[in-house]
């Protein structure tokens, strides 16, 4: 079974940062993309960002210039740098792992963000 840590997440004012951590444990996995998903109250869940082996990423608009994802291959970790932080990128944010030969099934807990005005 596929184990996802998240780590990271606080309490902090808008334009201060994060930097958000998953630690994707399992033996033998083998990474095909990483993905952190954003679910913010009452808000349907959100891929804030993606990254794959393969060096794509892609960012929701509402982060786009102030997100930055990023993956060390050797570690099995993600993570996603949040800068400039804004009230509305409030919400639980959680890590998800696409595995090969497994899918992309296995979640983090999550990690609680909240950003105050």
């Known amino acids: 079974q596929v184990q996802l840590v998240e780590s990271g997440g606080g309490l902090v004012h808008a334009g201060e940062t994060l930097r958000l951590s998953c630690a994707a444990s399992?033996?033998?996995?083998?990474?095909?993309?990483m993905n952190w998903y954003r679910q913010a109250p009452g808000e349907q869940r959100e891929l804030v960002a993606r990254?794959?082996?393969?060096?794509?990423?892609n960012y929701a608009d509402s982060v786009k210039g102030r997100f930055a994802i990023s993956m060390d291959n050797a570690k099995n970790m993600v993570y996603l740098q949040m800068n400039s932080l804004k009230p509305t990128d409030t919400g639980v944010y959680l890590c998800?792992?696409?595995?090969?030969?497994?899918?992309?099934?296995?979640w983090g807990q999550g990690t609680q963000v909240t950003v105050s005005s």
């Open positions: 990254i794959t082996t393969y060096g794509t990423t």
């Open positions: 998800n792992a696409d595995i090969y030969g497994l899918g992309p099934a296995y």
């Open positions: 399992g033996s033998g996995i083998s990474i095909k993309a």
